[in-house]
């Protein structure tokens, strides 16, 4: 076949992704272009990312799982594609990242930082250096993580959106993160989600003292069956839990942690007095 790129699926886990599916299209006797039009893609594009000149991403994988009738099955790309992301990510959370975009309900807690989701990108970038810089991971791993939490936010935005609930901690808006005009506009996006019509947000005072329930991020959802799922996270493990007598107890704790916490309307204007002081 003229200018066929061998491909070595030894090379990395992107090339292993982009030899499977090229073997995945010749066994349907696609040409690119023909599987771009089933997907949504150009033929360029599957190309790019057969031969690794283009990196997989999230709606790719879902929009060839759909095209190969992969979609929740062990052969499914988008579970290849988590493999790939798994270098930067805790274990347990690309599971999680799974069913986040599935979720009807999600309800964030979080201290310190704002939640990934309410992440702004530079705000998200912002974060994403300071670990370089740490040595935590590299540059490469920092691009990752940031194109992968951007992929999250985006897969909320569908027909009929999950209702995201958000408790923050105080401190998640009194520290700045990027410099003042980073975090102004990430405080500004806050006000913004506050004002959805599927959202909550709310702010846990630094008076309320030792009766916060929680002292790290907590992640819950709600599936479409209305089964839950809790994802507790640390600075280096994380831990997604399926069993309902261990999920009620941090249920529980976001409950109180809510009743804690001021209105809607009160946090806004906690929001608002803090962008006055970075301003």
């Not at 691009?143 to 935005?157: D, G, K, S, T």
């Not at 003042?180 to 630094?206: C, K, N, S, Y």
């Amino acid at each position: 076949m003229v200018n066929r790129r061998e491909l070595n699926p030894d090379a990395s886990p992107e090339a292993a992704y982009g030899a499977r599916l090229r073997s995945a299209r010749e066994a349907r006797g696609w040409k690119q272009d023909e599987l771009g039009l089933r997907c949504g893609y150009s033929g360029r594009h599957v190309s790019g990312v057969e031969t690794c000149t283009k990196s997989p991403t999230r709606p790719f994988s879902i929009a060839i799982d759909g095209a190969f009738g992969f979609a929740g099955s062990i052969d499914s790309f988008e579970r290849e594609w988590l493999k790939i992301k798994r270098g930067v990510l805790l274990q347990g959370f690309p599971e999680y990242v799974v069913l986040e975009a599935e979720a009807t309900e999600i309800r964030l807690f979080e201290v310190g930082v704002i939640p990934g989701l309410l992440q702004t990108r530079a705000y998200a970038q912002a974060l994403a250096n300071a670990a370089v810089v740490r040595g935590v991971i590299n540059h490469d791993q920092a691009e990752q993580r940031v194109a992968l939490l951007m992929e999250r936010q985006q897969a909320l935005i569908r027909p009929i959106p999950p209702m995201i609930m958000s408790v923050l901690d105080e401190s998640c808006i009194r520290r700045t993160v990027g410099g003042p005009a980073v975090m102004e506009a990430q405080l500004r996006h806050l006000v913004d989600f506050a004002a959805q019509g599927h959202t909550m947000l709310q702010i846990t005072p630094f008076s309320i003292g030792e009766r916060r329930p929680f002292n790290r991020a907590v992640n819950l959802l709600t599936l479409r069956d209305r089964s839950l799922v809790s994802y507790v996270e640390s600075e280096t493990q994380g831990y997604l839990d399926r069993e309902l007598t261990s999920v009620l107890p941090v249920m529980r704790g976001y409950h109180q942690s809510q009743a804690a916490s001021l209105s809607q309307a009160g946090s806004v204007d906690m929001i608002h007095q803090q962008r006055k002081g970075i301003s």
